[in-house]
Structures are given as structure tokens and as C-alpha cells.
């Protein structure tokens, strides 16, 4: 691995999200109310296979990397899912005075928030993986970014979001600005990764100063029954 960039899942839970690995032999994964990312090793094998099986349990649904050899035969995958992966070249990090940290008491929004405007993967306890702020409009949730892979650093900006009625006003840049802040607050670099035809969000991140990287597929597979 040239670059913890170039296995950033397997990267996060072998180093600083170590305490969340599930491990069976060199496969590793988040807890499944964490995140749904599963961590193969750089030169991923037969018996390798055997314990993502193991690990995820008969026809359950991981997502890996396709950076990886495809699963062996017997495996379906249901979907790939090309992306981008961007880094920090030049954003412009700052603290915002209106964004407040959120914590577990905010989750319950969170979800309603991630629900309405479909950012990604977020679950009852992503909150958990790192630096989480929003910003608040008569008491309601209506923006929200956070942290969530980790590999050593750098760190991913995630979860970028911001209520409909309340877009246009740069709320998620703002956000974005913050976030950063604290991860360049503690000598590490902000990352995020974007799905390849959510062009407009890959302009913003790109105007805000993250550059393109990589362009990793997502691939679902189901393990056979």
C-alpha cells in the first residue's frame, strides 16, 4: 500500500478506528450500526474470501473495493458504484461561530435529516466515528457534516447535508469549512468521497479546493448461502 489513500476502509480499522474492528483473520469491518464498509487486505486471497464469509455470514451483503481481485465464484454482486475520492489541495478551513457539535441526544435528527436528503450511508452510531457539527434554525437540524474514515493522516469529510428548504444558503460550505478546521487543527488532511454522477457536489468540493485523487469503484456482493 503506497498510500493509506489506496485502502482507506482496511487502512481506518487496522489503525486510528482500530477499538471499532471486527476482525476475522486479515478482513475487517465497522459494526453494522457504525458503518457498512468492510476492509480487505492489499492482496486479498481464497482464505481471505473465506473470512469476509465468515465475517459477514451466509447471504449477507458487504461492500468492498474494487481495487481488489473479484470475489471467487459462487459470489453475486448487486451493484458497483463508481466514485471519486478528493483531497485536500487548498480549502479554505475555517471555524463557524453558528455551527454547534452534535452528539448521540442529536441522533434521532440526524437520521430524519440523512433520510430527507440521502448524503450516504449513515447509521445510529456513525456519529461515533469522529467530529460531527450542524447548524440549527429555530431549534431544528437543518445542516449537518462530519467525520467518518480515518486513515492515518487524514481524514474523511462525510454526511454532508442541508434541509431543502434551506439550500442556497452555503450552509453545507460552511460546514465543510469547519470540519476541516478541526482535522487540519490536529496535522491531518480532509478527504471525502463522492459517487462519480453526483457531479454537482464534485464541482463544489473541487471550487472548495479538494482535488481529484482516485476513482475507486464500490462494489456490493452478496456472500453465498
Known amino acids: 500500500m503506497s498510500s493509506p489513500l489506496d485502502n482507506p476502509t482496511w487502512a481506518s480499522l487496522a489503525g486510528p478506528h482500530a477499538h471499532f474492528a471486527e476482525r476475522v483473520g486479515r478482513v475487517l469491518r465497522y459494526p453494522a450500526d457504525v458503518a457498512p464498509f468492510l476492509g480487505l487486505p492489499d492482496d486479498p486471497g481464497e482464505q481471505d474470501w473465506r473470512d469476509v464469509a465468515t465475517l459477514g455470514g451466509p447471504g449477507a451483503t458487504v461492500v468492498v473495493a474494487s481495487t481488489f481481485s473479484r470475489p471467487p465464484a459462487g459470489w453475486e454482486v448487486l451493484e458497483t458504484l463508481p466514485g471519486v475520492q478528493l483531497v485536500d489541495e487548498?480549502?479554505?478551513?475555517?471555524?463557524?461561530?453558528?455551527?454547534?457539535?452534535?452528539?448521540?441526544?442529536?441522533?434521532?435528527?440526524?437520521?430524519?435529516?440523512?433520510?430527507?436528503?440521502?448524503?450516504?450511508?449513515?447509521?445510529?452510531?456513525?456519529?461515533?466515528?469522529?467530529?460531527?457539527?450542524?447548524?440549527?434554525?429555530?431549534?431544528a437540524l437543518v445542516a449537518m457534516a462530519g467525520e467518518r474514515l480515518h486513515p492515518p493522516g487524514y481524514t474523511e469529510i462525510s454526511a454532508v447535508c442541508t434541509d431543502p428548504a434551506f439550500r442556497g444558503q452555503g450552509l453545507g460550505t460552511r460546514l465543510v469549512h469547519a470540519i476541516a478546521f478541526g482535522i487540519r487543527a490536529r496535522g491531518e488532511t480532509p478527504m471525502m468521497h463522492a459517487a462519480a454522477t453526483n457531479t454537482p457536489a464534485i464541482r463544489l468540493y473541487q471550487s472548495l479546493g479538494f482535488v481529484l485523487r482516485r476513482r475507486p469503484d464500490f462494489v456490493a456482493v452478496r456472500v453465498p448461502a
Open 90 to 139: 487548498g480549502v479554505a478551513a475555517a471555524e463557524d461561530p453558528e455551527a454547534v457539535r452534535l452528539g448521540p441526544a442529536d441522533v434521532p435528527e440526524m437520521l430524519d435529516l440523512v433520510a430527507r436528503t440521502q448524503p450516504g450511508p449513515f447509521r445510529k452510531r456513525t456519529v461515533e466515528l469522529g467530529t460531527y457539527l450542524g447548524i440549527r434554525r429555530a431549534g
